[in-house]
């Protein structure tokens, strides 16, 4: 029997009176590679033609699924909005607590949005170069600022006596070198989220190898890619992989998100497609509400939700891609393109942000309500999230790959 997949235990906080329960420790990830910040790499040898394509929806998409996770947090147990989560009517506590599987859609829209990006390039030492440094510029300064944020509490736990040398160097190790995603539950939730990074490091791995394979891939090619996405975590599973090693297991869903892209470019062939993307991710919004709501009814079967989910959010993803209809149109709205280019700074920064709120506000003399306590928490990691963005995140990025074709001139 296939065992579902993402059964660790959820990260503590408890030495400082917050529990974070997180969707990602629990193996439960985002696409971190922006359409905004992928850039292509062309051949030194032959021209290639970047593609200058900007799908706005997928932008606004990463907003709305990185609430759905900082959510997923602050209504588990003990959180500021448990009480809250419990009240509503019966199927929104379900989705509410399904935010884990964000990190499912993000991992799709990363193999997606590059598919895309670098679907002209030509992959030599050069190419090679730029799209690693790319990448690494992508994801490590807001982490490292993560790191930072969180340090006065990494300090403080690991110089108390229930900490030893070997173990304070390990846990360090993993949080520098952002290996969170192999080696399982650390027993800390400095930040948790992390874990999703570890995966993503691993797939821009294996993307020129992937991508390469299906870069001109037809209909059946897809179909067969798409079959292997949904079996190879079963393959895995039966084989004795051990499931702290996470980038293997959600690798399926890089593919399918490379496999999406190729599905997009064939259908965009017709024009009957375009603007006509919510006949895709209409059904599929709601087929996924249903999965997450009724999961009991497969779990312990033969495959998992994510397995389930992996050909929705296929479907999800090119539906907004091809646009049309008022929720793509909103998605595509200035705002909420903004607020998606964000969304990454949000996403790793909203835990570290959680450790100080919850120490020097929830939990302290002052004991605000908690709905309007997760409120405030709420606006100030979008406007921090949007500052880092703007200030460091997309700065930084720019300055790395600015350096890196300095240095490779």
């Known amino acids: 029997m296939y065992r579902p997949t993402h059964r660790g235990k959820a990260a503590d906080g408890r030495l400082y009176n917050i529990r974070i329960t997180s969707a990602l420790q629990t193996g439960h990830s985002y696409t971190l590679a922006s359409p905004a910040l992928a850039s292509p790499v062309s051949s030194p040898r032959a021209s290639v033609v970047p593609i200058v394509e900007y799908l706005p929806a997928l932008t606004g998409l ?53 598919a895309r990006t670098y679907a002209h390039a030509r992959w030599n030492r050069q190419s090679l170069g730029r799209f690693f440094t790319a990448r690494f510029a992508r994801i490590y300064p807001v982490y490292f600022v993560s790191l930072i944020v969180i340090s006065p509490f990494v300090i403080e736990m690991l110089t108390s006596p229930s900490w030893k040398g070997i173990a304070r160097g390990s846990l ?191 939990h302290s003399k002052l004991q605000p309500a908690r709905p309007m306590a997760a409120a405030i928490y709420l606006m100030i990691v979008i406007a921090t999230a949007g500052l880092v963005f703007q200030w460091l995140e997309s700065p930084a990025s720019v300055w790395i790959r600015a350096r890196q074709k300095r240095a490779t001139r």
Request: hydrophobic share 55%.
């Open 62 to 114: 990463r907003f709305g699924l990185a609430i759905w996770v900082i959510l997923h947090h602050i209504c588990g147990t003990g959180m500021m909005l448990e009480a809250w989560a419990r009240s509503l009517p019966a199927p929104l506590p379900a989705l509410i607590a399904g935010g884990y599987l964000a990190v499912q859609t993000f991992f799709v829209l990363s193999g997606f949005v590059l």
């Open 172 to 362: 360090l190790a993993n949080y520098i070198f952002v290996l969170q995603g192999w080696t399982g539950a650390l027993g800390v939730g400095w930040n948790t989220p992390a874990w999703s990074l570890s995966c993503e490091f691993f797939f821009y791995l294996c993307f020129p190898a992937l991508f390469v394979m299906l870069r001109h891939a037809r209909w059946a090619t897809i179909a067969v890619a798409m079959a292997l996405s949904i079996l190879t975590p079963i393959a895995l599973d039966h084989a004795g992989v051990p499931w702290n090693w996470k980038p293997l297991y959600n690798l399926p869903d890089f593919v399918a998100g490379i496999a999406a892209a190729r599905i997009f470019a064939l259908t965009t062939g017709s024009r009957r497609w375009l603007n006509r993307g919510y006949w895709l991710y209409v059904p599929a919004l709601i087929v996924g509400g249903l999965l997450i709501v009724y999961r009991a009814t497969f779990d312990g079967g033969w495959a998992d939700l994510n397995t389930y989910l992996r050909p929705v959010n296929v479907a999800l993803l090119v539906g907004f891609a091809l646009s049309g209809g008022w929720i793509a149109r909103w998605l595509s709205t200035s705002l909420a393109d903004f607020l998606g280019r964000s969304s990454y700074s949000m996403y790793v920064l909203h835990v570290p942000i959680l450790w100080w709120y919850g120490r020097y506000y929830v």
